[in-house]
């Protein structure tokens, strides 16, 4: 089953306060409201599109996919890209838990992944 997964993409970001983060970039109170307590079935192209752009993501990153027990498809098929491993990463909690020398070597190391680098 494909569903969404906003819990995911807000911790991805930082973002504490997730009704607040939606309100404050133009959504009203009850999608917000909706989209927090991950009660989405759908979402409209418009919606779609506008949250990928405050988010910095693509569909990709908010929805995952679940196979049911009977589900037979091959490790290549293109649905395993949105399947998510059980094991939930805390980046926050794990971040903190990193001594600061080693923070700076894996800030240098994104930077220069990403393109940052100086």
Known sequence: MIKYSFDRIFKAR???RPFSF????????????????NRVSRLNLHHLEKLCL??????????????SDTTGIDAEHPLN????????????????????????EIEKLINERIGNGE
């Open 14 to 16: 930082g973002i504490a």
């Open 22 to 37: 939606l309100k404050k970039h133009g959504f009203s109170d009850n999608f917000a409201s909706r989209l927090k307590n």
């Open 54 to 67: 405050v988010l910095r993501c693509t569909p990709n990153d908010i929805m995952e996919w679940k196979p």
């Open 81 to 104: 890209l949105i399947k998510r491993p059980d094991q939930k990463v805390d980046m926050v909690k794990t971040i903190n838990s990193i001594p600061l020398g080693q923070l700076e």
